[in-house]
């Protein structure tokens, strides 16, 4: 399984950004496909997760209302639309796929398939 994300840059308070995910090396029925994030010195951070086969969604709070993530199956890909971004959204966003629930997904990263990151600064 390969993820490679993208779409990370440099963006002002309230702009927004996208990144997306390509997936591939297997089919994704039954997995949470998933974004985390980590500022400097800190712990990764769930931010949002979806599920492959029936598109239901999680968020993390800090998030909720202002990110939303999707797919495109066509494309093996996942995106995460961010808007009004505030400068505490910096950091590094990595993709992640596991055979799990979305919620399951949220709650441990034990057993994730990780992607490389992409920097995503706001400034202020």
């Known amino acids: 399984v390969q993820l490679q994300a993208s779409g990370g840059g440099l963006v002002q308070a309230g702009g927004s950004l996208r990144l997306s995910c390509a997936a591939s090396?297997?089919?994704?029925?039954?997995?949470?496909m998933g974004w985390f994030r980590q500022a400097p010195a800190k712990a990764r951070n769930f931010v949002a997760a979806i599920n492959w086969s029936t598109n239901s969604t999680v968020y993390a709070d800090s998030v909720k209302g202002r990110f939303t993530i999707s797919k495109d199956n066509a494309k093996n890909t996942v995106y995460l639309q961010m808007n009004s971004l505030k400068p505490e959204d910096t950091a590094v966003y990595y993709c992640?796929?596991?055979?799990?629930?979305?919620?399951?997904?949220?709650?441990?990263?034990?057993?994730?398939?990780w992607g490389k990151g992409t920097q995503v600064t706001v400034s202020s």
């Open positions: 992640a796929a596991r055979r799990t629930s979305p919620q399951t997904m949220r709650v441990t990263s034990r057993g994730n398939i």
């Open positions: 090396g297997r089919s994704f029925s039954n997995y949470a």
